[in-house]
Each structure stands twice: as C-alpha cells, then as structure tokens.
C-alpha cells in the first residue's frame, strides 16, 4: 500500500481529480461497451420472437 | 364543382403559417437524421480542418494562438459553405421543389423554414464544438466566450447567404463550386466582423460593437435573403 | 486451409463456439481487470516526478495498445471477408470498429487529463498523440461508411476496402506524423522512451494490458454473436434456437 | 357548355430554334379530360409544365377562370395538382413522411386520408418503408396516391403511367374519369392507349406543328 | 449465331489498352470542357481560401510569410476534397458507370483515366496556380520552385486517394461530406511531405528527400488505387 | 433445342425481409425472347440486375454456356448488353458523343454504324443536341440505339418502352423479333403489352412468389 490514509488515497498526491476522472471515464467506456451488446441482443431476440409468432399466425 | 372546391382560400392566418414554418423544419430534420451521417459530417470536417493547420503550418502552440480565431471561423466558413450545396439539389432533382413552387403556400416561409434546419444542422452545433477546436489550436481561455457567441450569431447568417447561391445554382448540373464563387464574398464581412469580435476578446478589448454588427447582418439576412431565395427557387425551376 | 477455419465461416459454428469461451473469458477479464485495478491505484509506487498522476498510464497505455491492435484485426477480417466471402469475418470486422473507436477516445481522454498536470496543457501537437487522432478519424470514417450503406453484404465489403486502404497506410501517417514532428518541434516531451520502470510498476501495467485484451474479446464475442443472430435471422437454427426460449 | 377553367390563346413556344407549337388555342372545361398527343419530342411536357406555370419560355396568352393567369396565381396554384415527369417523391422519407409533406403543402387535405390513399395506390404494408428501397413503379404510386387526396378542380399529369403495371393503370383511369364526372378538369399525356372512350378529347402537337 | 459473334474476345493488347485510356481521358476532359465553369472553380476555390486568411487572421507579410506553405498546400487539399466526389457521381446518376461496369475492357484503365483526367482538371493548374498565391501571400522567392513541384508530385496522389473515397460513397444518397471523412486522415502524409518540401525550400535546405518520399507515395498509389476504386466501384453499384 | 446459354438454378433472393422469388429455375436459349412479368414491386428489376451481374445479392447458381458465371465474367460481359432502368445517357454530351463512349467500352462495335443507328431511332437532326436538352422519349431513344450497334448475343432489357411513343415501340418490337430469328437471346420486362405472339415466353414472378 503506497497511501497512508484513505483521504491520502483520494487526493493522489494532490493529483486526484485527474486520477479519479481518468479511471471514471476508462470504467465508463468499458461497462458500456459491455452493457450495449447485452441490451442489444436482448432488442434483437424480442424482435425475432415477435416475428416467428407474426409468421406463425399468419400461416 | 362543389365537392372540389374544398381547396378554398384557407385563411392564411399566423398560426398556419406557424403550422407550416414548423413542418417544414420537421421534415428538414427528419431528412438529416435519416441520413445519420450527414448529421455528424460538417463537425467532423470542421474538426479535421483544424487538425491540418497544425499539421501543415506549425504545432507551436503560440503560434497556433495566434493562428485559433481565423482559422476557427475559416473552418466554420468553409464547412458551411460545403454543406450549402445540398440545401435544395436534392428536392430539385426529386421534384419536391417543383411541387413547393406548385404549392400555395408561401414561399417565403418554407424557404426560411428550410434554411433554419439547415443552420440547426451546421451552425449551430459549430458554435458548440468550437471550444474544443479553440484548445486544439490553443486559443486563450479568455476568447472562448467571443468565439462562441461570434459563432452563433454569425452562421446564421452564412446560411442564408449561402441559401441565396445554392438558390441560384440548383438548376445547373453542377453548382458544387460554383456557388463558393457566387458566396464567399458575400461571406467576407462576417468572417472580418467575427474573427475581430474573437481577437478583441482574446485581447479583452470591448466587442460588443462587433457583435452588434454581426446581429444586424443577421437581422438583414433574416428579413431579405428568404425573398431572395424565394425568388432565385422560381428563376432555376423555371430554365 | 485448415478445417477450423472452413467451421469458423459457418457461423452457427461461430455462435456456438464463442457461446462456450464467453463466460471463462468474462472471469478472466473481470478478475484481471479488478486486481490491475486495485494494484494500479493503490499498491503501484508513485512517480518520483510526476507523482500519483502517473497512474493513469495504467488505463491510458493498454487503451493505446488496444486501440492499435483492434485496427489490424478489423482490417484484417476485413480482407478474410473479402477475398473468401466470409460472413462471419465481416461481422467480427464491424463489430471491432466500435470497441477500437472508443479505446482510441479513451487514449485520447486520458492522455489529455494526464497531459494537464504533466505538461500544463491538455493538448499538444506531438507525434504519438497526432497519429492517435488520426487513427481515431479512421475508425470514424468506417463506422459512418458502415452505417452510411443500407445493404449488410455491401456495407461490409465497402468497409472491408476502406480498412485495408487505412492499413496501407497506418505506417505511412505514423512514420510521417513522428518525422514531421521531429522537424518542427524539438522533443520537448518524448513519449518514445520508456521510463526505466521498476517490475513494482510494470508488472500491473502488464496485467492490465491482458486484462483490456481479454475484455476486448469478451466485447468483440458478445457483439459478434447479435451481428450473427441478426443476419441469419433467417435461418432454420437461429429459429429454434428462439423458440427454445 | 359549363364555364371554361383554363382558356389558352396563340400559345407559342420555340426551343432550341424549333418552333414546338404555335397559334394554339384551345378551352378545358369543368369535366373535360384532355390528352395531349404528340410523338417523342413534341412538347408535350414543355406545353404542361408551361400550362403549370413553371415554364415561362412562351408567348401568348393563358387565363385561369376568365383572369389572366399571372394575376390569380395563387388562386391557380389552389386549384392545380401537377404530376411532372419526376415524381417529386423523397427518396430517404417513407411513403408516409412523403404524403404528410404534401399535405404540409397543401393545407386542403387531410391527415387522415393519407392512409387510405397509399391502400388505394396498393401500398399497403409499404408505408414505413423508406421510398428508396421500393421498386420503380412504387414509387411512382407514392406520388400517385395525391390524386386520391387532392380536392384539387384542375389535374396536370405528365405520363402518369410511367412503370405502372397494368392494373395500376386501369385504376387510375377509372380514377380520372370520376375525377371528371365530378365536374374536374384533367390534361393529361401518355404513351399508352387510353380506355375511356368519348370523354377523352385529343389535341395532336404533330399536327399543329407539321413534324409528323 | 455466326453474326452474333462478332463481339469475340478482341485481343486487349497493350495498344486497344492505350486506345482505351485516351478514350476515357478525352471523354472526361470533354465532359468538363462542356460544363465550362467546372474548370475554373477549383481554381476560384483554391484563391479564395487563399484571400480568407489574411482577412481572417492577420495581413502582416512576416507572418503570413510563415503561413505560406501551409495554407496553399491546406487550399489545394481542399478544393481537391471538393471536387472529388463528382468523379463518379454523376456517372453512377444517369446509369453510365453501370454500363462502364458491364463492359469487357479493363476496370483498372478506365478507373486510371478517369483519375488523371481529374487531376489535369484539379491538380495539373493548381500547381500552375500556385505562384500567384505565393505571391499574394509573401512566400519567399526562394519557395516558389519547391511549391510547385511539390504540388505537381503531391497532388495526383491526392486525387488517386480520393478518388477511392468517391468510389466508395458514389451509392449513397449523399456522399459529399462523408467523403472528407474518410478520405482527409489519408491525405496527411501528403500534405506533411509538401508543406515540408517548401519550407525546405524556403529556407535552403535540400528538398530532394521529400520529393522522393512524394514520388514514392505517388507510385504506390498509382499501382494499388485503380485497383482499390475498381472494387470500391463493383461493390457501391452492387448494393 | 439449341445450346443453352443461360441456367438459373434455385435462385433465391430477399429483400428488405421479403422474398421476392424462392428456388426460381429456367434457361435461356439462343433465339428465345422471355418476358419477365409481375406487378410493381414484385422483383423484375431485382431479377435483371442479378442476371446481369451487378447485384450480389442472392443465393443460387448461374451458368453461361453451362459454366459458374462468375467464371466466366469477362466472356460474359462481352456478350451481354444490358439496358436498365436508367438510361445511361450523359446529359451533356450530344448523343453522338454519347454513342462513342459506349463504342469505346465495347470495341466489338464499328463507329460507323452510329449514324445509321441514330436515323434508325428517329434522332437524325439532332445528334449534336446536348442530351439534356431532348425530351424524356428522345433521351431512351439514345440508349436504345445501342440496340442497333450491338452484336451482343444476350440482351437484357428492363422496361425499354418507358417514354417511348406507339411508333417507337413497333419499332423496337421488330427489332427483338429480329434479334431473335438471328439467334440471339432477349430477357425483358415491360408493362405494355407485347405484340410478338408466340416467340416469348413469359415467367411471371407474381405467381412464384404467391402476392398476388
Ligand atoms: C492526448 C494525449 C495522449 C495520447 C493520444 C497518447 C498516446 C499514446 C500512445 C499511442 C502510446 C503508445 C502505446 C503503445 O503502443 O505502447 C502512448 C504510450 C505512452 N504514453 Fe501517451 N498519449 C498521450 C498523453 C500522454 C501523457 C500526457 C503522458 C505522460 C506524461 C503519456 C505517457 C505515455 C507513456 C509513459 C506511454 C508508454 C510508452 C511506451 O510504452 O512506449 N502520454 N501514449
Ligand atoms: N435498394 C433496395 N433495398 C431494399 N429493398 C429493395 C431495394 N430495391 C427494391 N427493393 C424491394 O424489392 C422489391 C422488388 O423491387 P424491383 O425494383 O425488383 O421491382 P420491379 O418488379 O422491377 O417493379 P417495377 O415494376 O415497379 O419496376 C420491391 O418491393 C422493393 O421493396
Ligand atoms: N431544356 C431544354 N432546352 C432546350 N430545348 C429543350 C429542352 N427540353 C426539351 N427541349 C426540346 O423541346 C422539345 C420538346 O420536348 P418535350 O420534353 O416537351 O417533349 P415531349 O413531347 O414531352 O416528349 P416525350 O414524349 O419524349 O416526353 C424536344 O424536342 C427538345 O429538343
Ligand atoms: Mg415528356
Ligand atoms: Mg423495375
């Protein structure tokens, strides 16, 4: 552990907005680059459910 | 004849006119998002002129400083100068122009209906983004401010100037470069007044008079150009 | 040619495959994305110059790296795609597009923060950071060029030769962008050196660059596999595989 | 005879150093469908879009309701639908956008009819499609489906047929017709041959111009 | 059948491959000679983003001196954006390029021609140009040599590149904007090279090296280009 | 039965997630005329465009003279002549010049036949007339005059009588017949009606595909 304290911790050395706004935004970019497939695909099988259900009533 | 005539005279009151000012740039804006990339295209043209003045002239950042209002403003002429030419070539090729001038709807109007889209479309997110190009070319903080509202209050008026010449060459085959010919110098004051609002607030001299300058160039544009361009529609259709 | 790789253009085969590697890829990538994480901000050694702000290079080099690598590959499937006809190459081709064009913003984005303390300005001209933007309008240009062509077969082979020409290229803009900068400019900040580390410090960065690879692959699988689903929608197994549901 | 719409007097137009048609006069009343005929290259279209208003390259004289046409133009333009060679169709708006833009313009028809004018144009299932992705003829029907809107007394319809299957043009004959039995006007050209029998009357440009 | 077949396989020897060439080449320069204006508002184009800068940042000779280099090479790579995308539009409109498509001869030839004749038209009098905005902008006499050769080795690289953008576009309802997109990261080594063959020149180093790097550029793009706007071709109609 | 030259086999193609034709199967022999029939929309132009090369998009097999067609590409696309929906006239230049370009791009045609092919189509008189300048008709009138000059032995024609008035058509007509008594092989949609009698042979892709 390179801090003493937790506060220490948070202000990096007096260089914390920049540490802290970096790793934000890096978290940021990869959950939504995770997340956005997951919702995609979830959009994708409930359009192709609602299709084969379109196709089945209809013949 | 009785049942046709349902196409009577319809009140030409203001809130029809307001009805049809507001379908108008409904469905100029639903056109751009259609096609998506023509929402993003002039910014990121804008953004890329900036990066080649860097690249072709030099990256020392107090040159550059030097160098950030003009070549802002140059950048914001040129990508809506760019953009102009589509304004009304599409609804000419298509016939939809043909069918507006059919219609008894006001010209005036459609024409500033369609311009305004078309500023929302360029201008308008060029004054937003031109923070970000100001610190690529390392402009003072202190001209931010002046670069932004110089912007808004001047691309305006570049669209409906440019307007006019896209007006005037949509019935040639070819208006691409033409009307950069017919434009641009029609363009120069506003580039002159806004470049010198940017320095004088970089500089922190006072730039209200330029900016007052600009506003009453856009008070003009708004009021003359829409006839102007009324007219010039009428003239290209009807070669 | 090997027989995986006939298997890996059918892309049932394909679905079904990365269906299997995706959840051991996801711990992997969480588990190393988490202990980089932590090391890196906590346990690392500061820099004796540049002090804590030197904990960015643990998101901004692996980024940097990804955002590089990720091109070839697009290109690369690009050219699979193109020369053997191969669906499946052309969706992992698109589907990276997106992941390289934000891992390029993110080197961008934490390069400029990191540049503000160091530096005191969050941008200048230099040779890396040039070429970094430049990569980052390529990206741009397939994404929109992708987006731009309704028909999915002929937006990916479009796409396809866009990469490759960029390809070509890459090592023209980069030798160019550093030689030129080199002219202008004397080395007021070299980025080219690698600060004689200590194993203390490099050896999370090392973590974290796998850990972005691996995260790389799990994005890459997952938006792959909707690419798949949604062009073959058609198709008897991606109907079963529905109704199983 | 009911009152005359459009009345044309010593029409003459000369393009490119050839005269298309000159001293050409004739009257189109309230129920009357008139085609213009006349081999490719004519002046047909040139005739149409000058009756239009869109073209001024011509001298003579035309009078809308018994007023020069220039001083009740807007009352005109009220009263015209034009269908040009062009459909006038956005490519990247479905059929739907495309019809409510024409409405904008036309503040006369209503909203709702829209719908039922694309079914009556066979576009049904096609209205969220964008127009660039139908056929040649769908197309065409899009900008066809304004002459199931339009309360307008005066039709313009330059081949209005174009790339229109067969019972496509049968129902937009029989459109016309009750167009004109409702008291409308219509001036039409087409390269097809016309199944309606007497209403129709001819006005043949070769023949006035000698080039056949 | 015997009549028919009169359409056998013509031996595309070297000489109907030369035939062929200055077929497409004649055409497109008689296409441009028609629509006159054509030829010269590249030109136009190319002066007044010229003139744009000393009114929008500064009208001192020094600095503009040091601009120089930059803002011609910036102009020229411009207006060579500007005209490119209608290298193939207008033939992809009215269904030539379709029938181009169809034809037994040779893609590679056709697409070569159609370039080269878009840079007799663009590049070719930019180049001849280029003198008189150094002059208006304060470049060194000493510059002037390099700027023009460097414009003559830079530019067709410009339109061979471009002209792969076009290709790419040429299906989509609007390309124009799209096409800086994509094209304008490829053309900055050019414009890096070029900008510093003249500074070179300016300031009496050698500028041979660059040059080379230029011819070498210029090579590579005409044997690989042809090829890649022929697939590009293929695939835009295709869609 | 002659040699055949085309072979479609199970061709399948969606649009827009529709199917337009599903395991569509026929051959083309020297001396056939086949009229590709269906209603607007039902994929006529589709089918050309695959036949001829430009789009991809479909599954199935073609043959030309029983080999893969994209085998034998350039054999192909030298006895082809294809005629599209767009004319493929630059309207700046004159439709000699037009001619030319086309001569160029197909060395197998002699240029002194572009005259006679211009007469032939009713332009003498106008071959140095900048083709914007014609009328819609007179404009097909130009590409149509390829007609003339090919000695393609396929040819495809999508919708060749659009625009054309009643005496061009009867010409055109004729013209097909003779291509086929020559051997030669026509695949063409049209909305008009055909006077050619038994020669053609028609598909209708309505039926193929259940719409209508
Ligand atoms: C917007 C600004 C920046 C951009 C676009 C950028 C871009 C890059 C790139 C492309 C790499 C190469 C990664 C690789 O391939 O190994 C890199 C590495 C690196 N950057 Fe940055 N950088 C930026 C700002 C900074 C700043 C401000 C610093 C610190 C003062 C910095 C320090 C480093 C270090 C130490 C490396 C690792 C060097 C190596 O592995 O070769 N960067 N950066
Ligand atoms: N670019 C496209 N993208 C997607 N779908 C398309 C596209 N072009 C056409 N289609 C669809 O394919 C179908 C067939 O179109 P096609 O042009 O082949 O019809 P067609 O038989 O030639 O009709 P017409 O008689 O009107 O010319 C249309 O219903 C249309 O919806
Ligand atoms: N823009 C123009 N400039 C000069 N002359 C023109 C122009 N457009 C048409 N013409 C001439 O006018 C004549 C009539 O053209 P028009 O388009 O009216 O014919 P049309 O009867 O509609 O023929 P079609 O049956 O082919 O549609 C043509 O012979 C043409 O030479
Ligand atoms: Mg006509
Ligand atoms: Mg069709």
Redo the contacts between chains.
Sequence with gaps: MSFDSFSDFLAMGGHGLYVWLSYAIALFVIVINLVSPVLRKKQLVSELVRRLRREKNAS | MSEMLTNEPVQSSEQTMRGLFLAVLKRDLLLSYRRRSDLVNPLIFFLMVATLFPLGVSPEPDFLAQLAPGVVWVAALLSTLLSMDSVFRSDFEDGTLEQTLLSPQPLFVVVLGKVIAHWMLTGLPLALLAPVLGIMLFLPDGGMGGLMISLLLGTPTLSLVGAIGAALTVGLRKGGVLISLLVLPLYIPVLIFGTSAVQAAVTGLPLGGYLALLGAMLALGIVMAPLAIGAALRISVSG | MPRWFYQLASPRWSYEIMGKLLPWFAIVTAAL?VSG?VWA??????DYQQ???F??IY??VP?AILAQSCYMLMAIAGAIG?IWKMKVADMVAKSSA??GA??A??AL??GA??G??TWG??????ARL?SM??LL??Y??VI??N?????E???A??TA??A???L??IP??K???E???T???PATFTLTERPAMPAEMWVPLLVMVIGFYC?FA??LM??T??EI??RE??ARW??EL??K? | MSEPLLNVKQLFCERDDRILFEDLNFVVTQGEVVQIEGQNGSGKTTLLRILGGLSRNFEGDIYWKGEPIDDVADDFRRSLLYFGHQPGVKAILTPEENLNWYAAMHPAIVHEQIFDALEQVGLKGYEDVPCHMLSAGQNRRVSLARLYLSHAPLWILDEPFTAIDKRGVAAKEALIARHAERGGSVILTTHHELKMGDRVRRINLDELAGTS
Excluded: C
Aim: charged letters at 10%.
């Design positions: 994305l994480i901000l906590a346990f690392a050694p500061s002090g804590n702000s904990r960015i998101i901004h980024s193109l997106p992941i934000t891992m913003l993110l984005v934490t923060i990191w503000k303390p300005s969050w941008w200048v001209w230099d040039t933007l430049i309008f390529l741009l240009g929109a060029l987006s731009a062509i309704e028909s077969a002929t937006a082979q479009a030769v866009l490759l020409v960029g070509v290229n023209i803009i030798y160019s962008v030689w030129w900068n002219l202008h400019q995260f799990v994005s997952l938006r596999r909707n689903l949604h929608r058609r991606v109907r529905i109704e549901q």
